[in-house]
């Protein structure tokens, strides 16, 4: 079985680049500065179904990511989940939280309406994304 990124993930976020594990993409709402890892691997819902060396492999991707997140936004604090309630698909949030933000200090998910970056925005955060996320992507 290859690996087929699930349609409302390729709708609701952009790719940025692939890590040696994960897809990298960024969600498409402007409130958040927030990456979605997806491992690709074929068929896997949780995080203990991946192979030893690919849950290690995706710590690790998920701590670059966290790393540069913060780097890139000055957040005061990384959240990372994996719920897969609405997407069954295995994939992994990082997302920058900060005192005023939108939801905070409670959680993003069910927090009003994502607000889409414009077209311009959105390359402009791809590629300062892009850049700070450079020792997960130069590793594939």
């Keep these: 079985m290859d690996f087929i990124l699930h349609d409302r993930l390729a709708a609701d976020s952009v790719a ?3 890590g040696l594990l994960s897809s990298v993409r960024l969600m498409n709402d402007r409130r958040y500065r927030w990456l979605i890892l997806v491992p690709r691997r074929a068929g896997l819902r949780e995080i203990h179904e991946l192979a030893a ?3 290690a492999l995706l710590i690790e991707e998920i701590a670059l990511a966290g790393q540069a997140l913060q780097a890139a ?3 005061a604090k990384i959240n990372v989940g994996a719920l897969g309630n609405l997407v069954p698909q295995l994939h992994v949030h990082v997302v920058a939280r900060s005192p005023g933000d939108p939801a905070w200090p409670g959680p993003i998910w ?4 994502p607000e889409p970056y414009d077209a311009a925005a959105l390359a402009a955060e791809c590629v300062r994304l892009q850049q700070a996320l450079a020792p997960l992507l130069a590793r594939a």
Excluded: S
């Design 110 to 113: 069910g927090h009003g309406r």
């Design 16 to 18: 940025l680049g692939d």
């Design 73 to 75: 936004t000055r957040a």
């Design 53 to 55: 060396a690919d849950r």
